[in-house]
């Protein structure tokens, strides 16, 4: 039995949006509504405990709570709770509790924030390949004899895009012989 192998291209077909993953055919997102989604993120961010800014050395540097390491924290808070004693004086119980509600929290916002991050990183990358195979095409048009005369400028701008430029390389010797 012969089995057909065939490969599907690397872009998005063109011809009016058929592919069906490709569901930005007739979305737009008007200056208006753009105006919206930003307020309602500063909104949010309004809504949250002011966020710092750790370098890569101090994330590298700080204790992780994760899953691993979970158990161990919710055991410590269930003994603090049943014996406040073995806490520090100096760190209120209220506190401890407050901090590990904090923590769930923020952990619930990261999750839908992740999956909103996840869906428009996907969106770009979707609607970019779009762009970029109709661009193609544009330019594969403009190479045509109908059109050769008309757009120099844009053509000459385009075709700069598939200049590579030779890395310089040292002038050729004989192999070396041992």
């Given at each position: 039995m012969k089995t057909k192998i065939t490969t599907q291209p690397a872009t998005l077909a063109v011809d009016n949006n058929t592919d069906t993953r490709y569901a930005f055919g007739s979305a737009s997102l008007s200056a208006e509504q753009l105006d919206e989604v930003i307020s309602t993120i500063n909104q949010v961010k309004s809504l949250l405990p002011s966020m710092p800014d750790l370098t890569p050395l101090e994330r590298q540097r700080?204790?992780?709570?994760?899953?691993?390491?979970r158990g161990f924290a919710d055991a410590a808070l269930e003994a603090a709770k049943a014996d406040s004693g073995v806490l520090p004086q100096s760190i209120p119980l209220e506190s401890f509790v407050g901090q590990d509600e904090l923590l769930r929290g923020l952990s619930l916002v990261q999750t839908h924030v992740s999956d909103l991050k996840s869906k428009l990183d996907d969106s770009l990358l979707l609607i970019g390949n779009h762009i970029y195979s109709v661009s193609r095409t544009v330019y594969a048009m403009m190479k045509t004899d109908a059109a050769k005369a008309r757009l120099q400028e844009q053509k000459t701008l385009m075709k700069q895009r598939f200049i590579f430029k030779k890395t310089s390389q040292p002038a050729t010797s004989a192999p070396l012989r041992e």
């Open positions: 700080i204790s992780k709570l994760g899953a691993r390491t």
